[in-house]
């Protein structure tokens, strides 16, 4: 019965005095619902991110020329650094353990044209594999085969968007089009990945490894010591457990083959798909930590703000408490009631806090291409974190309300 005339009398006050109650609500409410809605996005955007790192295959480990650090490797791949040639290729498959699958590609840059219509795209001539390994496949149409990675044939898989400049509405199938002037027969188009942080995914088409080499990048197609040049090596372990072990044997195998002395630097990377989806995740649990924090000083300010309204409320009511206390109240009681009033306003602000911070998470997801997480734990989190604000702020007023001496506060004017 105590608790239940305490919260009654809470009440009472907080009714009697609605606006002051609402805008000191509104202050904690926007705080939790900024540490929500955050928090919800920081989560979308990890998710985001291991999603486009795993829509292009499964334990992965790429290897390209140069050194990602310094800017040497992938941008150019007919740039000046040491490259990477067939036989590395071969040497790889040949020898290194737990290799499931691989691929191998060649790009450049293709200018098409399909009569009066143009695209100027990234190209690459692809190994058969491709298509599995990079776990992408054709929306319309047949991937590049054997017969014409033998055969050295003038075929060509559209991305998407080249699809849609050159044959906006029309089906391309066995269309003919020019890449680099040299005509090239339409025999697939891939499916959508989109964009992402790296770029129109489907501003690309393939052609056969053995066709960009001889017949249409051959001015560029060689290495110094005469092999034929390869942009990336795709490389697909049998679960990631052994990506540790096929990384470091590649390591190993091409700094041999590349005479890398033992205290040189190499002079390509290897890169695996894990590690990259634990290097981005890293960056974005830290941001996602620091805009949760930078969200909780408005939880801080809104505490502020009731520690305020308490003080104002303990000015006011001093004939009140001191009539209170007169008649036999006592002091824990009036502690009770202003701890209580502090945390009703904390808590009905925590709870509306939840709603615009879902709220506000959804409506940033229609802005990007991003859906939000709004994970319980953060709700808890937010939810507990501004009743330890209420109740923080509001013991100081409670306490010198609670300490108040009955007689002077009679006399109070």
Known sequence: MYIVEVIRLSLHTLVANKMRAILTMFGISIGVGAVIALLAIGNGVQSYITQQFTSSGTNLIAVIPGQIQRGGGGGNPFGPQVALGMSDYRAVIGSVPFIQDSAVDFSGLGNFTYEANQSESALSGVTPSYSAVRNWNTRIGRFIDESDYGGRSRVVV?????????????????????????????????????????????????????????????????????????????????????????????????????????????????????????????????????LGAIAAISLLVGGIGIMNIMLVSVTERTREIGLRKAIGATSSAILAQFLAEAMFLSLMGGLIGIAIGVGGAYAVSRLADIRPEVQLSAVALAVGFSLAVGLFFGIYPARRASKLNPIDALRFE
């Open 158 to 290: 559209l991305g998407q968007t080249i699809a849609n400049d050159l044959f906006p509405g029309l089906d391309p199938l066995d269309e003919v089009v020019k890449i680099n002037n040299v005509p090239f027969r339409v025999i697939g188009v891939m499916e959508s990945k989109g964009s992402s942080f790296i770029g129109d995914q489907d501003a690309t088409a393939f052609i056969p490894l053995t066709t960009a080499q001889e017949r249409l990048f051959q001015a560029n197609a060689q290495t110094k010591g005469g092999d034929r040049r390869i942009s990336s090596i795709y490389l697909q372990v049998q679960d990631d457990g052994a990506r540790p072990l096929v990384t470091a044997a590649v390591a190993s195998l091409l700094r041999e083959r590349h005479r890398i002395a033992p205290d040189d630097p190499n002079d390509f990377s290897v890169v695996s798909q894990t590690e990259l989806i634990n290097a981005f995740g890293a960056i974005t649990d830290v941001l996602t930590v620091f």
